[in-house]
């Protein structure tokens, strides 16, 4: 069993920055891929980012490129997204999420376990 917990969303105006964390629980951590994805009110959740289980590989969705990035700690058991020049098409509830098989994929079939989301919001 494997347990995140998000944190770092809120409110923020356009332009500025957040720091979003998952810190997962599980000895073996190190060994999965990470996934950040989103869903904005009225829409499917759709893919952001993606690190493998070394972190060596990263991966985004094309609306995020240059704004956002992802990275990890594995002593920490702990994966984050940095997101700066936030807009308001932005605001989404951010969902952090683990593949056990390090598959590196932008599907989300692909991931076993889903943390309870943290809300961002930007405003204009």
């Known amino acids: 069993q494997v347990q995140l917990v998000e944190s770092g969303g809120g409110l923020v105006q356009a332009g500025g920055s957040l720091r979003l964390s998952c810190a997962a629980s599980g000895r073996t951590f190190s060994s999965y891929a990470m996934a950040w994805f989103r869903q904005a009110p009225g829409k499917e959740r759709e893919f952001v980012a993606g690190?493998?289980?070394?972190?060596?590989?990263?991966y985004y969705t094309d609306s995020v490129k240059g704004r956002f990035t992802i990275s990890r700690d594995n002593a920490k058991n702990t994966v984050y997204l940095q997101m700066n020049s936030l807009k308001p098409e932005d605001t989404a509830v951010y969902y952090c999420?683990?593949?056990?098989?390090?598959?590196?994929?932008?599907?989300?079939?692909?991931?076993?376990?889903w943390g309870q989301g943290t809300q961002v919001t930007v405003s204009s």
């Open positions: 999420a683990a593949d056990l098989y390090g598959r590196n994929s932008y599907m989300e079939r692909a991931y076993d376990y």
């Open positions: 690190i493998s289980w070394s972190g060596g590989r990263t």
